[in-house]
């Protein structure tokens, strides 16, 4: 099974930047579609952003679109989320997915599952 594991989150003041990383632990990584959830205390998990195997495509939420980048380096077996102009309600634990579905924009479509990495932005 592909691991998945989030590192970067952190605490930020509204209006900052983090950038957060997802490490796949094996190359299958490469073939799978990727993407990012996040999940806030007693709330259902979101689709945040997703992009293809290539990195040809990408799809976002559009409550982060402009504010929020997806990016992979397959060479790394790495998936980026670059988060600008960060606001109070992204706060949340974020979680690395993957999986054969395009767009990967559903839970019922992810195949892995990383940890989750803590995001808090103050006001």
């Known amino acids: 099974q592909v691991q998945l594991v989030e590192s970067g989150g952190g605490v930020v003041q509204a209006g900052g930047s983090l950038r957060l990383s997802c490490a796949a632990s094996?190359?299958?990584?490469?073939?799978?579609?990727m993407g990012w959830f996040r999940q806030a205390p007693g709330k259902e998990r979101e689709f945040v952003a997703a992009?293809?195997?290539?990195?040809?495509?990408?799809y976002y939420a559009d409550s982060v679109k402009g504010r929020l980048t997806i990016s992979r380096d397959n060479a790394r077996n790495t998936v980026y989320l670059q988060m600008n102009s960060l606001k109070p309600e992204d706060t949340a634990v974020y979680y690395c997915?993957?999986?054969?579905?395009?767009?990967?924009?559903?839970?019922?479509?992810?195949?892995?599952w990383g940890q989750g990495t803590q995001v808090t932005v103050s006001s």
């Open positions: 997915a993957g999986g054969s579905v395009w767009p990967i924009s559903r839970k019922q479509f992810v195949s892995y």
């Open positions: 992009i293809s195997a290539s990195g040809g495509s990408t």
């Open positions: 094996e190359r299958t990584f490469r073939g799978y579609h």
